[in-house]
């Protein structure tokens, strides 16, 4: 099937406009008789369903969390970006647009990406009249700070917890809809197959975790808003739960899956500390607003901290991208991170971590505060007890959080960090409407490929959740379901809906019956272990294609050894694991293969074999110059289809921080 | 930080479903680090119970940093254990030492009733969000958001309430299973706002009726669901709670 993203025709900065003004309606009446199934409760997923239920769809959500307002987008911490120009700095929709593409190393849709810049201000107005507590200035205004890949402030936050008060807003909305009437709510589900009646997506099978049953769903469309699929790494800032089999599913149903090797590895993780670690935690990209990041100069220099002079010491992002400084996208934060680590200049006992300084800023605002006080010659002790204060009004959580996990006290020491795998830019394709390759199926949020390119820019996952689920796809279900107002609910006896269902209970049945000796667990450990190694920071071909021989040795392993005890009739935490993993396996593979296919390195997919002279990823416009969309056909079988991106308005040139 | 391993004894409460009637488990764990998180040490122990063909220990986690609320454990009595606003997840297993015995129950209230194991329902705090946990604006009639400023200090005491992550240890160690702690939070959330105000009085009294109704028990201000709240929110917000209430059913405004 020849792939076409329904990019409107006209001016880059009318599309979105022209778009709107001319979708397909569905009136109200026949609105109440259109089903939608959502899965996923994060920020795609609640707004969504939020708003779905307010226009009048009869919308069921699904999660597999206890309840709508755990789902992992409410652990994303420094901020929201938005194009409002608060702070007078010169930006606009289209430097938003700009960064975005830039920063995604020009691997990303345009006109998707402008539609997100053009909606961005919208978000945190409706954020606000939800009463989402958003950080503010004295006189009574939105206060807004920096984030990597940019010259301006743009992100709005609450504390470290922005994604939490975010969410909170989106779960509340949806939580009256469900007091309404207007949202049925399925927690504790795990969707486990999509339903395809004559080629459309019709329904889901579900399974109650709790009760053990599997269930059959209807929907006149199917939504999938899942998160994203770090977890392949068994490592990573992900939540435990978070997990690839919502769109795994739409993907051997029929859904391309979009770029899968676009993986983010965020800078700023508190390191690991040994083979029990069974996640990582992230330090928001935001305390590279204030923290300065070094290393000794000297190759294994054991000395603290402290002990160890400035002119000893190598600030080597100021020093390599003196424009942006500390404030380089992610990829190049990290890529800079493990060079140094690997030349020997790491710190910590394991030498794989850097510090975060926050020694500079402590000072330099204390010696504000005091200026405030009237004192223009403070003690330095003075100027940091004050500093400090400052400091934790800013990033308390944070550092308490630092503290809890490592027992160390990050005001008086740095903090180490090093990187970690985050976010996945790659997902299901979709095309501008946000629908798969399957009719009906759609995919928001992290679970899609489309907004950032090979990376993203932080601040940018939230402003993408809500972009999609409070103002893009309340517009294009509506040009979908304007055709399907005749189509009567199809009664879940349908032999589809039957088939589905014994498919889903015979792999069930399938893997219950294993009765092995390894842990489910463990299994995952070692496929997190060939990724992270193999199609990790740095990938070749060499690697990949061990990798993908691995990893197909490991499926074997675990379709014929893995343990999992208990029964299927109930709450059982490890068939719901055995499942995921399952999936993850199979994901594992393609990701290798992604990767080998794409010789060149972009944004957070770096080949070793390309490169330029300063060590900085080099693309080959020439040759990858598209998104790879990924066909299933059959285990280990996949057939790759190409979406030429063709840039209107950017002009992909090397990306440059210096 | 020097880092040491241990031997530790655990007595986990195991139950196999709602109708079960559950009981003490005895468990020896060895060689557990002080790096650990207290979650992680449960890995390892069920790591063991898979591998001597037993059933792993169910229980509630999914961040793991302390911000989803999914964690729940009461443990040697107090819900989240020893460390002050500290979630299960985020306890690390410094704060044990070779030898100790640990006592670990699931959530333990009416509206709260046990799934499996230490996994408790708490959709009852879903419900109560239902009954006007909000304010009542659809997508899309939102104005630009600096025409509202919105005094600083209000703001932050707004989201200071907001930061409650629906955990429900306040409810686990009040002796009555209040749920006031919770509920407040997210009155005093809203209430703090002027955006929450048309719906003031409604929201209080609403909520407060569906606490009730989910057999919550009353406040009787022992506060220790201030002391065990891992999100540090206060008992002040209990008493504009109950101000505002006072307000709302004095005042006839309309409901
Ligand atoms: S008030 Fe505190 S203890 Fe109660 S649910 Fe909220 S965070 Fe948990
Ligand atoms: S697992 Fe999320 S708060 Fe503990």
């Known amino acids: 099937m020849p792939l076409n993203s329904k990019i409107p025709a006209g001016q880059m900065a009318q599309k979105w406009t022209d778009y709107k003004d001319h979708c397909k309606l569905v009136n109200p009446a026949n609105k109440r008789n259109i089903e939608v199934i959502i899965v996923g409760t994060g920020l795609a997923g609640a707004s969504a369903a939020a708003s779905l239920g307010e226009m009048g769809y009869k919308v069921k959500a699904f999660c597999f969390q206890d309840s709508a307002r755990r789902a992992h987008s409410i652990a994303a911490q420094g901020g929201i970006n938005a194009a409002k120009n608060y702070q007078n700095d010169g930006d606009s929709t289209f430097r938003l647009f700009y960064d975005t593409i830039k920063g995604g190393d020009y691997r990303a849709r345009e006109a998707n990406v402008h539609r997100l810049a053009e909606v961005s201000a919208n978000i945190i107005d409706q954020c606000v009249a939800q009463g989402v507590p958003f950080a503010r200035e004295y006189g009574g205004l939105l206060s807004n700070r920096s984030f990597g890949g940019t010259q301006v402030q743009r992100t ?6 922005t994604g939490q008060q975010l969410l909170i807003g989106a779960y509340q909305a949806l939580e009256r809809q469900i007091a309404l009437g207007n949202v049925t709510m399925y927690d504790r589900h795990e969707m486990l197959d999509i339903v395809k009646i004559d080629g459309k997506a019709r329904g889901i099978i579900a399974r109650d975790l709790v009760s053990g049953k599997l269930e059959r769903h209807f929907g006149h469309a199917v939504l999938l808003a899942s998160g994203g699929y770090g977890n392949v790494f068994y490592l990573s800032t992900n939540a435990m739960g978070s997990n690839v089999t919502a769109a795994w599913k739409a993907h051997k149903k029929g859904a391309y899956f979009g770029n899968p090797c676009y993986t983010q590895i965020h800078p700023t993780c508190i390191p690991v500390s040994g083979d029990h670690q069974s996640k990582l935690t992230l330090m928001s990209e935001s305390l590279r607003n204030d923290g300065r990041i070094w290393v000794p100069k000297k190759q294994n220099d054991t000395r603290k901290a402290k002990d160890i002079p400035e002119d000893e010491r190598d600030y080597y992002l100021e020093r390599r991208y003196p424009a942006f400084g500390n404030l380089v996208p992610r990829d190049v934060a990290s890529r800079a991170a493990k060079e140094r680590c690997d030349a020997g200049y790491g710190v910590g006992t394991s030498k794989q971590a850097v510090f975060l300084d926050f020694a500079a800023a402590i000072e330099r605002y204390g010696r504000i505060e005091c200026n405030k006080q009237g004192d223009h010659n403070p003690a330095l002790d003075k100027a940091i007890t004050l500093g400090k204060e400052v400091v934790k009004e800013k990033y308390g959580n944070l550092f308490d ?3 809890k996990i490592t027992g160390e006290n990050p005001y008086e020491m740095p903090m180490r960090i090093y990187p970690a795998v985050h976010y996945t830019m790659g997902g299901i394709w979709v095309d501008y409407e946000l629908m798969t390759t399957v009719p009906g199926l759609y995919a928001l949020g992290e679970a899609n490929f489309s907004d950032h390119g090979a990376n993203r820019l932080g601040a940018s996952a939230l402003m993408q959740g809500l972009a999609d689920g409070y103002f893009v796809i309340p517009y294009t279900i509506g040009n979908y379901l304007a055709d399907d107002i005749r189509t009567k609910a199809i009664p879940t006896d349908h032999p589809e809906f039957v088939k589905a269902e014994q498919e889903v209970a015979d792999r069930i049945n399938k893997l219950m019956s294993i ?15 060939i990724m992270w190694e193999k199609c990790g920071m740095a990938r070749n071909a060499k690697g990949l294609q061990e990798a993908i021989t691995e990893i197909q040795a490991l499926r074997k392993e675990f379709w014929s050894n893995v343990r999992i005890p208990g029964s299927a009739d109930g709450m059982n935490t490890e068939l719901d694991k055995a499942n995921r993993v399952a999936d993850f396996i199979e994901l594992g593979e393609l990701m290798c293969k992604d990767a080998l296919n794409r010789e060149e390195s972009c944004g957070g997919h770096f080949r070793e074999e390309s490169q330029t002279d300063e060590g900085e990823a ?9 998104v790879s969309a990924w066909e299933y056909k059959d285990i280990s079988n996949w057939e790759l289809h190409k979406e030429a991106l063709d840039y209107e308005i950017m002009h992909p040139t090397q990306r440059s921080y210096k | 930080m020097e880092h040491y391993n241990m031997n530790l004894t655990l007595k986990v409460w195991r139950q196999k479903n709602a109708q079960d009637k559950g009981g003490f488990e005895t468990y020896q764990v060895k060689d557990i680090s002080s790096e650990m998180s207290f979650l992680e040490m449960f890995d390892v122990l069920n790591e063991q119970l898979i591998n001597e063909g037993k059933e792993p220990i169910t229980f509630d986690h999914d961040c793991r940093e302390g911000i989803c609320g999914a964690c729940s454990m009461h443990i ?6 020893p460390w002050a606003q500290t979630t299960t997840c ?4 410094r704060a044990y030492k070779d030898g100790d015995t640990i006592v670990v129950e699931p959530w333990r209230a009416k509206a709260f009733p046990v799934i499996k194991d230490l996994m408790v329902d708490r959709r009852a705090f879903d419900r109560i969000i239902q009954a006007g946990g909000y304010i009542s604006v659809d997508t899309g009639n939102a104005q630009d958001a600096n025409n509202l400023p919105i005094n600083k200090d209000k703001a932050d005491e707004s989201f200071a309430a907001a930061a409650c992550i629906g955990c429900g240890a306040c409810v686990a160690s009040c002796k009555n299973s209040s749920a006031m702690l919770f509920l407040s939070a997210k009155v005093a959330h809203l209430a703090l706002l002027p955006q929450g105000e048309p719906e003031r009085m409604s929201r ?15 406040c009787t201000n022992t506060e220790a669901c201030e002391a065990e709240c891992p ?3 206060s008992v002040q917000n209990i008493r504009r709670l109950n101000s505002e209430y006072i307000r709302s059913v004095f005042s006839g405004d309309d409901k």
Do not use: P, W
């Not at chain 1, 009765?515 to 272990?529: A, D, I, N, P, Y």
């Not at chain 2, 040697?76 to 254990?81: E, I, L, P, R, Y």
């Not at chain 2, 985020?90 to 297993?93: A, E, G, I, R, V």
């Not at chain 2, 209080?204 to 009353?218: A, I, L, R, Y």
């Open chain 1, 156 to 161: 709005f936050y609450a504390a470290g917890q």
């Open chain 1, 401 to 403: 959080m630092y503290e």
């Open chain 1, 515 to 529: 009765q092995g000796t390894e842990s489910v667990e463990s299994m995952h450990k070692r496929l997190g272990k």
């Open chain 1, 618 to 626: 080099k693309r080959d416009d020439e040759k990858f110059m598209y």
């Open chain 2, 76 to 81: 040697n009595g107090q819900a989240h254990g």
């Open chain 2, 90 to 93: 985020q306890l690390h297993m």
């Open chain 2, 204 to 218: 209080v009294t609403n909520m407060v009726d569906q606490m009730d109704k989910e057999g919550f028990g009353s």
């Open chain 2, 231 to 233: 999100k540090g929110i």
